[in-house]
């Protein structure tokens, strides 16, 4: 069975879970942006670039602001897509602290209301999300509870 092959069926399993979101996780440069691309062209899911999601609209909210409001929003144009499988790269965007993004949250909240695929690009420590940094800013930990993981082969 190949690698993509084994990915739609972990997403396939989420359809009786609680929480509908699987992280897939992998170092920079391991395969998860291709894995995502292949299963979304094979099962016409949708693949989002996390960009997308932070609007004009989201930057012109005070910074308060855009942690409370961000689900609502990013689930709003969510919703304007056509598929029951969602899949977002490039989650890093939300790590910048200028937007004031409360990742943890936001990815649960999102899982409510969609089959939530997201390539995290790092690793999992003791159910702890892991990206590092290394521009000496401080890395990210986000608590994995209630989510799925599911690790890239390289």
Known sequence: MSQVEDFVKEVASLQDAESKVLIVAGKPGSGKSKVLREAA???GWDYVDCRLLITEGFLELLPAERQKKAPAIMREILASYNSDVILLDRVQTFFVPV???DVETLLHELG???TLVVAW??????DILCY???DGTASIRVKSE?????????
């Open 41 to 43: 062209d094979i099962k």
């Open 99 to 101: 937007l004031h993004i």
């Open 112 to 114: 409510k209301s969609f």
């Open 121 to 126: 690009p790092g690793y999992v420590d003791n």
């Open 132 to 134: 590092d940094k290394f």
């Open 146 to 154: 209630g989510m799925k993981i599911w690790n890239v082969e390289c």
